[in-house]
């Protein structure tokens, strides 16, 4: 079978709810993906930051495979062997106290949301049913209908309504705004340290600060959305480390198991997350042992192979390496450690046509909105892999 036989098969029993590159992957190792044509490609995506530690990492597929054959899933209606050592070992990396497991991003966002409102109205003592949470424009944090509903990406929330109220948009970058629309019901204010699905959107130096010293001053809760800003990705364990604060709450998801299994998050203190009683929120898989195994491993490969050192060097290495390109097309490069994004002018007519070219040449990127080439490959990129892409970038970006 051939790459258009896989993609004839998809597309006639898949719902059409993304646009892949027409690269079909039959497996990976570390930075590189093979297609079923026998083709080799560099992976500049990483699965939106999930594989940081890199493709079927051995150390990561071994805890997998051993814990597999141990016990996978108890529901927490029973205790397991794994999960304790989990909430310990995250707990000491990061200094929140308590850890509450999910799977998938947007469930840990929704977790967070509702611990949010759960702490405003029991310790905040906001009137019931009025609590607020404050977002940012241009914002991603998954896609429930919850989520959706402080979208500002029309297509997200198309056809999805009515939406879940309680939510507030201010400007991303704009304190100002943010202290203007707080008020006595403002429970929360979620905000992703570097906007990823945004087109990895830098906030102006000092954003995050303030806001969380406004944050501080009016009570109000100060989540990060690391799940994809996280782990490593902006060349620190968190990308909000870089304004030298200390969210009450942050949400990781993406890398927490290096791509192996589908693990989130939320990390807090007492003050915050102890505001759950039992049956107040669940997850049948949350907390299973083979995704606190598969999570405990990928976060020791993380710490012990010096990765978050590695995007911050290689990542300085990459952006001061495409500053180099003299191309008609870009308007900027921007980013921290390996998160990258090239922001094309609008003439150059979208991104997706050179994230096309580029995967003929052995580059795998893909646009953010229109005009984004993102590239942020897995945290164990070498300087030799970037000095092979970066000639083949350049050729792309002086296309016509
Ligand atoms: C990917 C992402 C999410 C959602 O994660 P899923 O696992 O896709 O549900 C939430 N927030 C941010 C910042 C993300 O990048």
Redesign the pocket.
């Known amino acids: 079978m051939l790459t258009r036989d896989f993609i004839e098969i998809e597309e006639k029993y898949g719902a059409h709810n993304y646009h892949p590159l027409d690269v079909v992957i039959t497996k990976a190792n570390g930075v590189w993906v093979y297609d079923v044509d026998g083709n080799k490609y560099l992976d500049c995506l990483a699965a939106?930051?999930a594989v940081n530690q890199g493709h079927c990492h051995p150390r990561i597929v071994k805890a997998l495979q051993t814990q597999a054959e141990k016990v996978t899933l108890t529901s927490r209606a029973f205790r397991n062997d794994q999960l304790p050592f989990l909430y310990k070992e995250l707990s000491e990396l990061t200094g929140y106290q308590m850890v509450l497991p999910m799977n998938?991003?947007?469930?840990?966002?929704e977790t967070a949301l509702k611990a949010a409102r759960k702490w405003g109205y029991k310790v905040k003592g906001i009137e019931e049913n009025s609590a607020e949470i404050i977002t940012c424009t241009n914002n991603?944090?998954?896609?429930t209908i919850s989520?959706i509903s402080f979208s500002t990406v029309e297509q997200y929330k198309d056809g999805f309504g009515p939406f879940t109220p309680g939510f507030r948009v201010i400007e991303y970058g704009n304190a100002d705004e943010l202290e203007k629309v707080i008020n006595k019901n403002t429970a929360a204010f979620l905000v992703?340290p570097i906007?990823?699905?945004g087109g990895v959107i830098v906030p102006p130096e000092g954003f995050l600060k303030k806001a969380y010293d406004i944050c501080k001053k009016n009570n109000v809760l100060f989540i990060a959305?690391?799940?994809?800003?996280g782990l490593g990705r902006s060349g620190k364990l968190f990308a909000f480390e870089y304004e030298g604060i200390r969210p009450d709450a942050v949400?990781i998801?993406?890398a927490l198991s290096g791509g192996c299994y589908?693990v989130?998050a939320v990390l807090s203190d007492k003050e915050f997350l102890g505001v759950f009683n039992p049956g107040d929120h669940g997850s049948t898989f949350g907390g299973n042992p083979l995704a606190a195994a598969v999570a405990r491993e990928s976060i020791k490969v993380l710490l012990e192979e010096k990765l978050i050192e590695n995007s911050f060097n290689m990542g300085k290495y990459f952006r001061d390496g495409l500053a180099k390109i003299k191309s008609k097309h870009i308007k900027e490069i921007r980013g921290k450690g390996l998160f990258i994004g090239v922001e094309l002018k609008q003439e150059a007519n979208g991104a997706r046509r050179f994230c096309e070219a580029l995967m003929k040449r052995g580059i795998l990127c893909k646009e953010t909105h229109e005009n984004v080439i993102r590239f942020a490959p897995p945290l164990v990129i070498k300087k030799e892999e970037i000095d092979w892409a970066l000639p083949i970038i350049e050729e792309v970006l002086l296309m016509d």
């Open positions: 939106y930051s998938s991003g947007a469930e840990a966002v991603f944090a998954g896609r989520i992703e906007q990823g699905e959305d690391e799940i994809q800003s949400i998801g993406k589908p989130s």
